[in-house]
């Protein structure tokens, strides 16, 4: 019977990985390109951490879980609130592991929180409010408390006035993560077990504007930070052999990301750009007081609103009718010339700054989706200069142009070219496959496990990294 060790790297891109490991500086990154099966994982769109993880925790498109982004529409309202753990409608991995009679341990899986009742255990990360509350079953609590009293739950660079300190931080955040997960594997040695590590998704998100780029020229080399990144991957390369020499011969390592990465160069205001185009109307045009994340639509006149937006990345929704509180828009026609309208309004958009148009592609939310939490999607998911541009919600209505560099101290963003390597006994060797998605992990995690497959899984299982599949 074979085992899982499952290692999230959130963020790692190949575009680095492979240059680097090839270079030598990543040695057991490419000893996983030698020994195992690896290549590119896509991701959702939009390659955002929610629905991207959701998606790799149960195989399934955003459609069959109702998952889209870190900000939902509280119902019956226009407030906005933190998705969790209880917005995913379908069950994930370690439901499957241990209807199989097995045990799972979870560590720091982005929108775990609140952390579910399971056979294992289950530490949540990201908008964890404190550790206490985030460890299942309690009472490990207090042990993990008083070996790893400097557990820290997340590192933002845009909390931080110094680099330094933030890269010192994000440093130690990983290792007494890594610690903490060694302790537990080690201790409870669980059939599967996924442990996350969200420093590289940090350091490339404050610093990719610095990088020395393993094969683009023309990074000066006297950067102060212009190493963090690589520094980053070392780190995470260290790791790897540290899992490899206490691994068993029945457990497959696999190293995955829920994204890639890329530059992030401005900040687009869709909000603003719906007013302009009179889909928006406001009440007070002297307003201007300082946006409210939870109610950022108080100065707006929903009975003449056609559409709003808010969210990462580019979401427009239809103000529908018996859908939202005070839609105004038909089902039907009316809404198909009201998307139409925009999405043509919306190709048209250009950055003043180079003439050039900013939108690269646009989806109705049924063309991406399917299932039944499709009505919760965003209607219309753009994509804007390859998420180098991306919405911010949270500055919308307090700038009046349509574009500003990124206000929080960015200069990376996510793209949709994410990573995955198999390595272990009965894994092909030395094989690089065919792009795959983020929803065929689970089916394969599955089928390698010898447990069945759930009927209503959308993603395949990846039979080529077999060495018996020919």
């Known amino acids: 019977m074979k085992k899982f060790f499952i290692l999230g790297i959130d963020s790692a891109t190949l575009d680095l990985i492979e240059p680097w490991a090839n270079q030598g500086k990543l040695p057991n990154f490419r000893k996983l390109m030698k020994l195992g099966s690896y290549g590119t994982c896509l991701s959702t769109i939009h390659p955002l951490t929610p629905q991207a993880w959701s998606s790799c925790l149960t195989g399934k498109n955003p459609g069959k879980y109702g998952l889209y982004d870190f900000g939902v529409r509280k119902k019956g309202s226009y407030k906005l609130r933190l998705t969790t753990s209880k917005d995913r409608k379908t069950p994930a991995i370690w439901n499957f592991i241990n209807a199989a009679d097995m045990k799972a341990g979870i560590i720091n899986v982005p929108l775990t929180y609140p952390p579910e009742t399971l056979d294992g255990f289950m530490i949540t990360g990201m908008h964890t409010p404190a550790l206490e509350k985030g460890v299942y079953p309690q009472n490990l609590f207090y042990e993990l408390n008083s070996k790893f009293p400097q557990y820290k739950i997340d590192v933002m660079s845009h909390w931080y006035d110094s680099y330094d300190l933030f890269l010192e931080n994000l440093h130690s955040m990983a290792e007494t993560r890594m610690q903490m997960g060694e302790y537990l594997y080690r201790k409870y040695q669980p059939e599967l ?242 792009d795959i998605q983020i929803i065929d992990l689970l089916p394969t995690i599955l089928s390698i496990m010898e447990i069945p497959i759930p009927d209503d899984i959308d993603g395949r299982v990846v039979h080529e990294i077999s060495k018996s599949h020919h």
């Open 193 to 434: 077990f996924f442990l996350v590590l969200v420093a590289v998704d940090r350091v490339q998100h404050a610093l990719w504007g610095q990088m020395a780029h393993p094969l683009k020229e023309g990074f000066k080399k006297e950067w102060k930070y212009s190493q963090a990144i690589l520094n980053s991957y070392i780190q995470m390369d260290g790791y790897i052999n540290r899992i490899l020499n206490f691994l068993d011969d029945d457990t497959i390592l696999m190293v995955i990301s829920d994204h890639g990465f890329g530059s992030l160069k401005k900040d687009v205001y869709l909000n603003r750009f719906l007013i302009e185009n009179g889909f928006m109307k406001i009440k007070d045009k002297k307003w201007n007081k300082p946006f409210n994340m939870g109610d950022p639509f108080e100065n707006i006149d929903w009975d003449r609103t056609l559409a709003y937006s808010y969210g990462l990345f580019g979401n427009i929704f239809i103000n529908l009718r018996d859908r939202e509180p005070k839609g105004i828009v038909n089902k039907g026609k009316e809404y198909e010339e009201v998307m139409n309208r925009l999405i043509d309004s919306l190709y048209q958009l250009k950055d003043p700054e180079d003439g050039e148009k900013i939108v690269t592609k646009i989806f109705k939310n049924k063309e991406l989706y399917h299932g039944p939490y499709v009505e919760d999607a965003p209607d219309i998911i753009i994509i804007m200069r390859d998420y180098s541009y991306i919405t911010r919600g949270g500055y919308e209505f307090l700038s009046n142009s349509l574009f500003s560099r990124p206000k929080i101290n960015h200069s990376g963003n996510h793209r949709m070219n994410g990573i995955a390597f198999f390595y272990g006994a009965g894994i092909k060797k030395g094989f690089k496959m065919p």
